[in-house]
């Protein structure tokens, strides 16, 4: 008979204070072990990273099935009741076992420690091994701070486009989305005749939501984006990936101290959020991934953030007497191993480097009295480098077309941009925070591929 007593979570069911009758429990076996007087199984159903143990007699019919192995589904009703083994509060001692779905030996999980290499060959049954349930219970922890975090400072969250004709300023290599056929595309004086394609002229999947957050930022004052972005860069690092999630606020009426504010108080709240809200995995990340890990968080939590500017931290880094791989010069961005040193050495903590010069930064951020730099900042904190990016906006429409022609922007693209300056601008600052970056520095975990859960990458779009 299929067992008809409401399902409870597992994690509910571990955290009770008492033993508990007419249980039913839902989940996939990670091992089982037969016995002539008793047999065990080990019960998750991925709503926590422990496991539940049953207890049950060998004479339940489900136990002779030869479908009940690793990687099988079963319900299991019964009592939860203390425990005599140690390292577990409750077992629960099953009165039936219904098996929901079976799994034989080939199951590729069996209980031993697999490769993440292994594990992303295998994307769509990974989130079942510990590791992975753990950073994917994490990964929406912290989707619902984000969201959480702007709703109580009265952010308006807005869905920017998905396909857009907007490269943002040549942030990275567009994916091209056409219904032309690309064997025989239409041709106009030998060149893609683009005005036959379904959006009649040449778009892609965004990079960036920021350009048309900024429209919304001016209309409704404070808003904010979470959405996925694309980057058909060939690049195999274990930093980069197609496909990943940005969170992109944008502030009306604000200047750059504003914009260094929020960053700080974001990247406070969602660290404190995970220390508080989901301590059993960063403990397994802890144990299993980076050995002092929380620690590290707790550091940021209480951290006093510093600030620089580009000049003084370049001054820093050349009297620094350090043989650096990439060398230091004004002028030159920062690398890796810069922002390390600058976080790690000398203000042993996190830190904003502010006003880059202008040369390195895109034409929409605004542009200093010095005229040599722009009121941009990058968030670095220990152990990563930058980990948030983002700048004053340029709000007077002369200075604004100033910039674009000498980072070659065409105006003609962007002739809704410059509206926005053009009737009613302000003064106007937001960032960037990539979603993966953020994880891999939570979690502790060292590639990108592994924050999400069925990475895009050269080569690869499996699932």
Not at 58 to 83: F, K, M, N
Request: glycine share 8%; with cysteine; hydrophobic share 40%.
């Amino acid at each position: 008979m299929p067992i008809a007593i409401p399902r409870s979570r597992i994690r509910d069911l571990l955290a009770r204070s008492e033993p508990l009758a007419g249980v039913c429990a839902k989940g996939w076996v990670r091992t089982v072990r037969r016995g002539k007087e008793v047999a065990f199984l080990e019960l998750n159903d991925g709503s926590c990273l422990a496991s539940l143990q049953v207890v049950a007699e060998p004479s339940l019919a489900a136990l002779a099935d030869p479908g009940l192995g690793t990687g099988a589904c079963v319900g299991v009703s019964g009592e939860l009741v203390p425990s005599p083994a140690a390292g577990q509060r409750w077992e629960l001692r099953a009165s039936a076992i219904e098996l929901l779905g079976g799994a034989d030996e080939t199951y590729p999980l069996q209980k031993k420690r697999h490769t993440l290499e292994y594990l992303r060959s295998i994307a769509h049954l990974r989130p079942r091994a510990n590791t992975f349930g753990a950073l994917f219970r994490l990964r929406s922890a912290l989707a619902f701070a984000t969201h959480r975090f702007y709703r109580e400072r009265g952010f308006v969250y807005v869905h920017t486009p998905i396909i857009t004709a907007s490269d943002c300023e040549g942030a990275g290599e567009l994916f091209r989305v056409t219904t032309l056929d690309p064997q025989q595309p239409p041709l106009e004086k030998g060149k893609v005749d683009w005005r036959e394609d379904f959006f009649a002229e040449k778009t892609g999947l965004t990079v960036s939501g920021q350009l048309e957050g900024e429209l919304c930022a001016l209309a409704l004052g404070d808003i904010y984006t979470f959405g996925p972005t694309f980057r058909a860069e060939n690049s195999n690092t274990s930093r980069h990936a197609a496909e990943f999630w940005m969170i992109e606020p944008e502030m009306a009426f604000a200047d750059l101290q504003d914009d260094c504010r929020l960053a700080e108080d974001f990247l406070r709240y969602l660290v404190t959020f995970a220390l508080d809200e989901c301590g059993d995995d960063l403990v397994f990340f802890n144990e299993r991934v980076e050995p002092g890990l929380i620690a590290r968080l707790e550091a940021l939590a209480k951290a006093e953030f510093s600030t620089m500017t580009y000049s003084e931290a370049v001054t820093r880094l050349e009297q620094s007497g350090k043989a650096f791989q990439f060398p230091v010069a004004w002028g030159g961005d920062l690398q890796s191993e810069h922002e390390r040193y600058l976080t790690e050495e000398v203000v042993k903590g996190p830190l904003f480097v502010t006003d880059y010069p202008a040369d390195l930064k895109a034409f929409y951020m605004r542009l200093n009295d010095d005229r040599k730099t722009v009121a941009a900042m990058d968030l670095l904190v220990p152990r990563v480098g930058e980990i948030i990016g983002g700048s004053q906006r340029e709000e007077r429409l002369d200075v604004l077309r100033e910039r674009m022609a000498v980072k070659g922007v065409a105006e003609e693209g962007l002739w809704w941009y410059l509206d926005s300056r053009r009737w009613g601008s302000c003064p106007h600052a937001g960032f960037g925070l990539g979603f993966e970056r953020l994880l891999m520095y939570i979690s502790g975990m060292e590639n990108i591929r592994d924050v999400i859960p069925f990475p895009r990458t050269p080569g690869s779009a499996k699932f």
